[in-house]
């Protein structure tokens, strides 16, 4: 609405004040306009935290009812030190023992000494070839193409081993400050027997670089510091062995991590993994009570203040409210509760726990995972599907959230019209009474010069 600006010329009239107090009475209808905006928009505000909260319940109850979280499994090692692992769904329970009696180690060699910084003198091919070597190392057996690097006399150990780091052959390279000068250290990228490497060169100027079978029973070049190896271990006596120390396909389901070698065996156990299932009963449970106190504060009518939260009464939310409860405090077909697990419906709508029991019901992961997930039946599963259905394009929530905001858009454009209306009532009245005012104005001129003309009639 314009603002009110009026000089009140003539009798001197205060047309600024009298239009804006006329004016206050006539925004009333805009001002209620206003208000019920801002109410609507509390509760278009307060179904998003509804809407919030039920996603996150039905995140969690879509995680529990997950047919993978029923199938977790856990690897317990009675050393660590020595065994770690992991299961997966695919594991079945059992018990065994495992000794380690060696890990898996990847080949290692040291060129021979150059002094610090020095260039080879020498120019050629190194040439690094992936294989097996024999158990005396006096025999290879290569696994494929070799990489050849060329070498210029004028490279020094670090220039060459940046050379053999871009060449992605499978092993890497670093130069180290030993006491009779740098070295060149080589090792495999993977442990294992099939992991190893030879080295040759095409010129004997570089044999400090060589580790091939000619070299080695010369005993001139480089000098191996450590062999490719598998693991070597038993699984209740049974004889087997792994390229890596990270053993995946020795038992099925399960991931075996070698640590170190031991005399004697660790024992090893697959057991259900009850603390996972635990976890999400728990995130359930949490998030069905975010639910239930999001509904309660905002439908909560204060009568010592004789206040009223934004959807007290509301018909959407109550209902909301009343069908959770009512699956929750339900028996299903056989006539069991969702209390008979530990989880007890409060006064408050809110669920408890009770450890005792849920312990109790862990150790029959059948028979829960029926009561919980079974079908459409299951406590669970109907929760998880209430849920999806009311923040569904059809929902309850979603229609609610739909009706409040073309409830708040027809509201904005009653604010409009109002306004404009307001707009042109208040140039109206500016009229009125600036005319008022100027013929306010002339009367009193003329009377004034009435006054004037009988005194001096009388003199």
Do not use: C
């Not at 290692?108 to 097996?132: D, E, M």
């Not at 052959?169 to 993977?190: E, F, H, N, Y």
């Amino acid at each position: 609405m314009a603002s009110i600006s009026s000089p009140g010329i003539g009798s001197g009239l205060d047309v600024n004040t009298i239009v804006s107090q006329l004016m206050k009475l006539e925004q009333r209808p805009l001002d209620l306009l206003q208000t019920k905006a801002s109410g609507i928009e509390t509760k278009i505000s307060s179904f998003g935290q509804i809407k919030s909260a039920m996603s996150a319940l039905y995140d969690a109850a879509k995680g529990l009812a997950d047919l993978d979280s029923w199938r977790g499994r856990l690897l317990n090692s009675s050393d660590e030190s020595i065994l770690k692992g992991s299961a997966t769904g695919e594991a079945t329970a059992a018990q065994f023992s495992v000794q380690v009696n060696a890990l898996a180690q990847a080949q290692a060699v040291a060129s021979g000494s150059v002094a610090s910084g020095a260039s080879i003198g020498t120019s050629g091919t190194l040439s690094i070839q992936r294989g097996s070597w024999s158990e005396d190392s006096s025999s290879f057996t290569d696994a494929g193409a070799s990489v050849n690097i060329a070498i210029d006399a004028n490279d020094s150990l670090a220039t060459i081993a940046g050379k053999i780091n871009k060449a992605d052959a499978g092993i890497s390279a670093v130069v180290v400050k030993g006491a009779t000068g740098d070295q060149l250290l080589l090792r495999s990228s993977k442990t294992g027997e099939e992991n190893g490497f030879a080295l040759s060169v095409s010129d004997p100027g570089l044999s400090k670089l060589a580790y091939d079978p000619a070299s080695v029973a010369a005993n001139d070049g480089a000098t191996r510091t450590q062999a490719a190896q598998d693991a070597l271990f038993t699984i209740n006596g049974i004889a087997s062995k792994s390229a890596s120390n990270t053993v995946t396909d020795v038992v099925p389901g399960l991931t075996l991590n070698l640590v170190k070698t031991s005399p004697t065996p660790v024992d090893v156990s697959i057991t259900e993994d009850t603390k996972a299932i635990k976890t999400k009963i728990e995130a359930f449970v949490q998030a069905y009570n975010k639910v239930n106190s999001v509904v309660a504060d905002l439908t909560r009518y204060n009568q010592a203040t004789s206040t009223s939260q934004p959807l007290q009464g509301d018909s959407t939310a109550v209902a909301l409210q009343n069908s959770l409860r009512r699956i929750i405090g339900t028996p299903n077909a056989e006539g069991a509760y969702l209390s008979d697990l530990g989880l007890q419906l409060q006064r408050d709508g809110s669920l408890s726990m009770n450890a005792t029991k849920i312990d109790a019901a862990l150790t029959d992961l059948p028979k829960l995972q029926k009561l919980l997930t079974d079908g459409t039946n299951g406590f669970v599963t109907q929760i998880r599907d209430f849920a999806f259905k009311a923040n569904g394009v059809d929902g309850s929530i979603t229609s609610r959230n739909n009706a409040l905001q073309a409830s708040l858009k027809s509201n904005h454009s009653d604010q409009d019209r109002m306004s404009l209306l307001l707009e042109q009532r208040q140039k109206s009245l500016l009229k009125q009474y600036q005319s008022l005012d100027a013929s306010m104005g002339s009367m009193g001129s003329l009377g004034s010069f009435v006054s004037q003309w009988s005194n001096s009639l009388k003199s």
